[in-house]
């Protein structure tokens, strides 16, 4: 081992010195030390957990934060600080399993169906409990669920705390769904490792990602989150669209900005309320669900003069609501698949238009959903092997790369009528949303694929 100088173990490392706000410097220029970091500290400066979350978690959270700090020296200490993260991961999720259940854990006879409940201080004793020769071994006693009241087996395996976690609601989204078992093995690679680098975005991602994973342990969004966002705010927003044959035909604008709207043209506008950098927005739909994020239509269409009376009349208000775990409907019918809409909708169309196959879908947007039930009516499971390449290469159909799992959730696949039953039943929703063919002009002619149903 190299004995270093105190001057030597405070000198900044010259590979942390290249990661910049503009990102990497492969040339001369690197950052001075002292921005260098500033830098490496505001980068995760904001991912802060919620004061609920208990003193164990935090401290081990901060650990983690403490070593990416100190990449500004030693640029291995990012690598320690990303391996570290799913180690504190898992810590969480043992922690929270203690303090949601008080210390008293539920179990259920397989065979019985008797109860019994185990008092613990820590989950070690949860561990060995369930083990073989535990008081309560997995293959004979299971996890009573507090959510639903269901059994479901426990292993006390980070696998198995996945799962609790889904099941009691802790989290929620169905792309996140998918990326739970992502982390299952990521955890595995780390406590099993072999010698690896990781560079200071990796570890930055990695910590921003676990205050999100934690603080939805313990019942918080993160506004702004990439995983578990608080509830989207949506904006009062102006859909305008002109035929003219030159200049701007299309615009999107907040209500206010309308006061000083007057370009020349024939225009006709649509006001909602959706999230402005929604790029759905300008193919708003009223029917279907052509925006990734919610958006409601509140007046339209009309000319401009008519929307501005109409806000200062009513002087509409923005609004915040969750958009992850959404339930869509869809259909099949005459080999065509149709587009998502909410099931308000789908509940209040005529006669000739219930028909077909249907479906409820729960999605976090609603082309997921739409790209499901076009995998079921083309036949293919999701996972196999590309249809595309199957048909212009017959020959690589083993190697042809697979379409991915579709990260949804299908809820009821059957007929009109008793999709109708189901939504009044278990979801209650019973009120037909009023039928409207309200939409914003295509911006470009573009024929509708074949098999899909007409808008």
Sequence with gaps: MHIKTFDE?????????????????????????????????????GCDLHPDVPEGTRSAFERVRTLHTHGILCYEAFTVAYDLSWLVMEQAFRERFITYFGGTIPFINTKSGVEETITVQNFEEVYAAVQKRGTHPGNRWHL????TGQPMEFRATFSSLLKWARAERLLHGQRNRRTEEIYRRIRNHVAHPSYHMKMPPDSARTIHDLAEIINRLWGHATP????????????????????????????IMRDYQLTTFHEPGDWQCLIVRAAFDDEGVWAFNAQYERTQLPAELLWGPGRPQEALAWINEEKPKADATEYLDRLFALRIHAERASLAMRPEVAIGLPRERQDGRWFLIR?????????????????????????MVRELQPGVLATSPPIPHCTVE??????????????????????????????????FSLDVAPDVEAE
């Excluded at 405070?10 to 990661?19: G, K, Q, S, V, Y």
């Excluded at 910049?20 to 410097?25: A, C, N, R, V």
């Excluded at 009573?144 to 959510?147: E, F, G």
């Excluded at 702004?224 to 615009?251: Q, S």
């Design 224 to 251: 702004g989150g990439r995983l578990y966002p608080a509830p989207l705010e949506r904006e009062v927003l102006v859909v305008a669209w002109t035929d003219a044959e030159v200049g701007p035909t299309h615009t």
């Design 410 to 443: 299908g809820v009821f696949d059957g007929n009109w009528d008793d999709m109708v039953g189901v939504l009044a039943d278990r979801f209650k929703i019973s009120e037909p949303a009023p039928l409207s063919a309200v939409r914003v002009r295509p911006r």
């Design 144 to 147: 009573k669920v507090k959510a």
């Design 363 to 387: 999605a976090d947007y609603p082309n997921d959903a739409f790209a499901h039930v076009r995998h079921i009516k083309n036949g293919v499971t999701c996972g196999d092997p590309n249809p």
């Design 9 to 45: 173990l405070i000198a900044p490392d010259e590979w942390t010195l290249r990661f910049t706000p503009l990102g990497l410097s492969t040339g001369p220029q690197v950052l001075k030390p002292e921005y260098a970091a500033e830098f490496q500290q505001q980068v995760i400066a």
